[in-house]
């Protein structure tokens, strides 16, 4: 059974930081590309931050400089260190991974995803 479990969400001010840990059992993680999307309010599904098997990042324009996404293939765990937070940067986080490149838009019928965690930056 596949399982990614998310921890590290929670409420900061802006300018605070947050590291997201997503934990993957039941599929081979060192194949496998990793990756966070968020659900805003009144804002589409996206990727914000992806890495492959080969350690090639991805980051969404407005989230480079401040996240910094890496992985433990030991502990079959992928983070997402989260600086400068920004109000706009309120969502729900899901981790996700697929054998392919993940999609620049959600798709729950591709890959796996994981429940999700709520992370809230107030200004």
């Known amino acids: 059974e596949v399982q990614l479990v998310e921890s590290g969400g929670g409420s900061v001010q802006a300018g605070g930081s947050l590291r997201l840990s997503c934990t993957a059992s039941?599929?081979?993680?060192?194949?496998?590309?990793m990756g966070w999307y968020r659900q805003g309010p009144g804002i589409e599904c996206e990727l914000v931050s992806s890495?492959?098997?080969?350690?090639?990042?991805y980051y969404q324009d407005s989230v480079k400089g401040r996240f910094t996404i890496s992985q433990d293939n030991a502990k079959t765990t992928v983070y997402l260190q989260m600086n400068s937070l920004k109000p706009e940067d309120t969502a729900v986080y899901y981790c996700?991974?697929?054998?392919?490149?993940?999609?620049?838009?959600?798709?729950?019928?591709?890959?796996?995803w994981g429940q999700g965690t709520q992370v809230t930056v107030s200004s």
């Open positions: 890495i492959s098997s080969d350690g090639s990042t």
């Open positions: 039941g599929f081979t993680f060192d194949d496998s590309e």
């Open positions: 996700a991974a697929a054998e392919v490149p993940l999609l620049l838009s959600c798709s729950a019928d591709f890959g796996y």
